[in-house]
């Protein structure tokens, strides 16, 4: 039995709300369950200087959790004077997901730029801000179109996230900081809405896991994310 | 005419929301019109090295923006390494407002860390942030009365925060960013429930200031604390 | 009665001499008692980015303080890796003064940065600094008139500072280390020569104060001013 | 056809030499073809401070590599004064795997730090590390064996890693620079003497890669890792 | 000829002014020509970590340069964030040079700190500020034996320091700004008042220099030393 | 005796290594005994800014210790965010070394730089340090000579260095730890081929040392030198 009274399969509640703040080209806030992530996008003409001039756009990300969003206050790090190893961990792989989906090529010389910023968390915070982060950056590319920069979507394909996990010997899917800080195998999975994988990260905490396991895992992941494009569809209509 | 179409004297319509976030002592989210700030009150035991054994508390502060709380993206705090002159110059600030509605002395050997994150910002987001944390550190304070730690309320007084500026030659009441990036004189008034003044920082951006000036801006400045103490009493209800 | 005997109006003797050292194009020391800090003002061509071809100029200015200037040795900022929020809030406010003082517009595209090292410190060393850089920065117009770089002075006014405060319940000018570590308020005051604010910072250590008292702290405060700009004017006969 | 003439499940020729250092408790330098890692590893009393008093020990692990270990110049860490995103994530993954080859109730409030020093690099070096790594670690185990701090070996099974990918549409094993940098999956692989999974990492550099291609590169990595832990045990007899 | 008209052994002139602020155990001006360097010593109780109990104390030392004591304006090291690679070299000089002075057992457990600033230069920082902290040191020591808190005193003997070089071909003592930024050789030497050597740093900075010039250099700071160690004398009277 | 059982004279057995990594214009690894340094050399279109435009190069350096070359485990200093006083100290002494030996006029608007990384330590890495990245820099400069990049060679001479020191009252050449570690005074000599001193640091850790006992550093350290620059002779032929 998951500590929430999910079946293994069994998402967490996921809301995806548009136009959350309203500065940003982008903005959404996404929830899965208690966990609640800010991702904003900001588009910028020019891209970093290793770019220049080969006519192509840049999409990178930026990821922080407020000091109080966890169960005991963390150390703010800016006041600390740098990001910790997990941060930097986290928003390369938010940045690496987000241009997978994009053709970096129908860009233009231009950066987006998807800051994700945890509120609260509760477990998943780089899985939903991946799938967050993702209508930002769609929201960007509509703005960037309406506005006459963009001609054609650079967008090849939506990605969404999640983590799988086995928890008391069972897989089970979308992981709560109750399973997650117990799990014995714990996996973030990225995929893209026509079924195929763009990151696969997976890491035994406690027993080493079999390729049975993985696949099992595979498998929970796979539907999981199938639910949670659906959201994100639903999301930008 | 001020560009919101307000009177000189009028304020932003502001809403204060506490258990904003879940894990907290304190949770608010306050906003000032489209300036909203997340407040986070955190008690934890000890106090910071140069009050050890000396039979008190301590009440401190941290202050940040979310990169795209702004017009346009500002650079991360984190990512840059450390945190800007007007970020250390307003948490300090916080922080000196909330230790004066405090008897520090009533507060054990525990320490009161107020965050206050910036999600969206439209001008004022000090005077957000003091009001604001009020509430918070006034919901961490019932938390520890609850949980047995502390015997009587430390808290002296609210205090809440606003800024007045001249604006166009007439002076104003809580400026938005609009009238704040153009006003010739910006201050900054702290005051308590009781009418007094815990801090008043005015600064000429254009023109000097005269003392006839000044009286008026301390005039509307102390009208609009009043109501937004009034909001304060109302959301603690 | 205070401890230096003095009476609640009455000023530590200011001397101010100029030329202090030999390769600054301006350089004063100037000593509030025995506070003593030493303003070098530096000319360079050319401006920060962000005011690159509006065809104005900057000023700006740093503080520090020598580690042994104080009743004990403070730690040296250049080796702890970072400037402390006092610090860039004092550089900051020192700066905000003297280009209240200045058109910046008839400065050309130069800047002109104002050092203030604390070598000794016995309270107000902030005012003093203010003071001292205000005859700094008109020793480094001088000199670019005289170079032909400047065609006209582009000072408005004179800028002077001193700090008032209410110590054991009379208000008093000009505190020294002894006052202003047991102040019940604190207030700095920075005016021009023809009686106008530039800035005004109090803030209630102990007990918020009234708007009397402010009335009174403001009244001190202008006429320590009006002396304290005889000094400079004296100095720069 | 692979630009060094391998066939897709060939392994570059691996050496592990054991005592390539005379300091350290176990000093190994591993060499997967061009790649040459110095792995050292040091035993220290005591554990760190979230640890204390549980009765266990820790492992963990930094990675760097020498400026011009590479094509082109790196910069060099320490002189820039920080370690870069890959940097962290690398030392935090051979850290996690070392943890998972170790039972830490069993090695005693004692502390092992594996320094994985980046010779010369040719594709790589984090799975060369990890599987230098876990020899020098095995070295070390081994010294606290014989100087008597240990009365049994806390090793549960020897760990090795290797890289596996799609090059030019073709799952290979044990990519070299010129086809990792061209490659359009790569996956790290993290497994167990015994045939299970510690750590699986992969990403889609340019397509998103299928489930069946997944299965064909873990069955890659499988044998080369089994490969890979015969050479370990050959060094370590 | 030397820019300065001085003979090629003569010494500019040396004035040493103790009690130059008020608040350091020992505090001292020291001007060779028109270097100027404040040297303050501090007593603290209590010994760095790693002479702890060991019933010794020690004696370090801090250089900085004021921003504007240079020709041009150097930045200010406490807001670039870091003490360079220059300053760092002369403080470790300046520390060793004082510690190779004292006798540390007879020290106690108490540590004193020598802060040297520039507070203008003119070429010979170094030399001057170890000539200036030896007398700053002395005075330390001297009200430490006062205060009773020594019995004896553990100064082994005075040391002054003196650049030479070659300037235009010709060996010369004690060289100034003009002379050093375009010398062949240039050498730092400490002595003691006994005539022993406790530092020498020789640099050819155009062509190698042969043992023959050597020799005449180190013949000419001898004398130069005896000379500054007399200042030093009289000073202490 | 000396522990080594050498006599005062004699070095210790000495190899040099060229092409000891491949990537590198040069590349050598340096032994003095137990000591061994790994000397790469970096080619690099243009020149620092201060030089941009004065038709010559330059030849730069940077020095660090892998954290167990040591006896017990040093800090990394990547992780530690700075490189510490005797890091920089010794990588400006290299640098300053072999830039003596260079020519830049005949460099052309390039830059070498050297990076000498311990990779185990015995006493004397900094001499070992500049004797080989003085052959590293002969091979870059032959590279550059192949490539068809400088017409002329803009090799002086070469250089090397030694450390020598009074260990037990005896002048002694070339220590290793354990003689560096307990020696009363410690001198580094840098030489040219041709006989000449470019650097000599001597420091007395223990007693100040006399005028005589220079000499006979000097003379042993001479010597010395001669014979490391026949090692560097046969290793370039």
Redesign the interface.
């Known amino acids: 039995m998951r500590p929430s009274g999910r079946t293994p399969e069994q998402l967490r509640p996921i809301t995806i709300t548009r136009q959350y703040?309203?500065?940003?080209e982008g903005?959404v806030l996404v929830e899965f369950g208690?966990t609640?992530v800010?991702c904003?996008a900001?588009v910028?003409e020019g891209v970093p200087r290793f770019l220049k001039g080969k006519g192509q756009g840049w999409v990178t990300a930026?990821y922080?959790m407020?000091?109080?969003?966890?169960?005991?206050?963390m150390h703010?790090?800016?006041?600390s004077?740098?990001?910790?190893?997990?941060?930097?961990?986290i928003?390369?792989l938010i940045a690496?997901s987000l241009r997978?989906a994009v053709d970096l090529t129908k860009l233009g010389e231009n950066t987006i730029?998807v800051?994700c910023?945890v509120?609260?968390?509760d477990g998943g915070t780089r899985t939903a801000s991946i799938t967050g982060a993702c209508v930002a950056l769609a929201d960007a590319l509509n703005w960037m179109q309406e506005k006459g920069t963009l001609k054609t979507n650079p967008m090849n394909f939506m990605v969404a996230a999640v983590s799988v996990g086995i928890y008391e010997g069972i897989p089970v899917c979308d992981l709560d900081y109750d399973e997650d800080s117990s799990a014995e195998t714990d996996?973030n999975l990225v995929?893209?809405e026509?079924g195929?994988?763009?990151?696969?990260?997976?890491?035994?905490e406690g027993?080493?896991?079999?390729?049975e396991e993985?696949m099992q895992l595979?498998e929970l992941g796979?539907q999981g994310i199938q639910q949670i494009i659906q959201h994100q569809r639903q999301a930008l209509v």
Chains 1, 2, 3, 4, 5, 6 share one sequence.
């Open positions: 703040t309203c500065h940003a903005s208690r609640k800010l904003t900001t910028t930026e922080g407020l000091p109080r969003s966890t169960h005991s206050r703010r790090e800016a006041a004077g740098k990001q910790g190893g997990r941060t930097l961990e928003q390369r690496r997978a730029t800051d910023d509120l609260q968390a996996m995929m893209t026509t195929k994988m763009i990151e696969i990260q997976g890491t035994a027993e080493p896991f079999s390729q993985l595979l796979k």
